[in-house]
């Protein structure tokens, strides 16, 4: 398929998906919007993880009460690249020189910083809750919520914010909180949906196999898979990555 043809398809797959997040209103990606999502496609953004980036946009916009206006994709481009560097740290992929960014002036996706420890824990409480009451998964993750949310609020209260080994014990139990979560959920799948999600996974990853040993990309491949996996059961990602 020709460069300019994937780059349209991309483009009309976040217009559409940008226009049923805002209720049927009719974005269009053009101009100016068009080059801006063009970019990203050329950095190698998949297009899951854009969609990612515009959601965690519109629940944040959401949050602060009814809309008056459509969210505009020129809107969701920080939380686009945010999300695309939790992506990238999480699975180890890199993006070769010659796909970053063709205007000198942006800033680098790899020289963005990452969430920092209070956002990431207001963020997992509020997707463990949400979760929950969509009501996808197994009595037996209860417990592990109830904990984790119980524990996430007391860290978040903390006056001065967590240091040093109280900090580093909070990760290590976000890490273990999270493959225990990941067992869960792997639990409700068939057979069949994680085939299907293994299928996914690869076509995501599959563009940067060349820029990475056979080891990376295996691990970039597993953990593509659990971000799936966590996505189809609207889980957060508990680790800081």
């Not at 991309?10 to 053009?30: P, S």
């Not at 929950?132 to 009595?139: N, T």
Request: proline fraction near 5%; aromatic fraction near 4%.
């Amino acid at each position: 398929m020709p460069e300019l043809t994937d780059l349209a398809e991309f483009c009309r797959h976040i217009e559409t998906y940008l226009c049923q997040k805002n209720d049927g209103h009719l974005i269009r990606v053009v101009g100016p919007s068009f080059d801006l999502v063009a970019g990203w496609a050329k950095q190698g953004v998949p297009l899951k993880v854009a969609l990612r980036g515009i959601d965690r946009t519109l629940d944040r916009y959401s949050r602060k009460g009814p809309r008056r206006r459509p969210v505009r994709i020129d809107f969701c481009e920080a939380d686009v690249l945010d999300v695309f560097d939790e992506w990238r740290r999480a699975t180890g992929v890199t993006v070769a020189a010659t796909q970053a960014s063709d205007d000198e002036t942006r800033e680098p996706s790899s020289a963005r910083r990452g969430p920092s420890l209070p956002e990431h824990l207001e963020r997992v409480v509020r997707r463990l809750t949400d979760a929950r009451a969509m009501g996808r998964l197994p009595a037996s993750a209860d417990p592990v919520i109830d904990r984790l949310s119980l524990e996430l609020d007391e860290a978040k209260r903390a006056p001065r914010g967590l240091r040093g080994e109280a900090r580093a014990a909070l990760l290590t139990r976000l890490d273990a909180a999270d493959a225990e979560l990941l067992r869960i959920a792997r639990a409700t799948l068939t057979a069949e949906e994680l085939d299907a999600i293994d299928r996914e996974s690869m076509n995501e990853i599959g563009a940067f196999r060349t820029q990475m040993t056979p080891e990376a990309f295996d691990r970039a491949r597993r953990t593509a898979v659990d971000t799936a996996v966590r996505a189809r059961l609207h889980l957060p990602m508990l680790s800081l990555v």
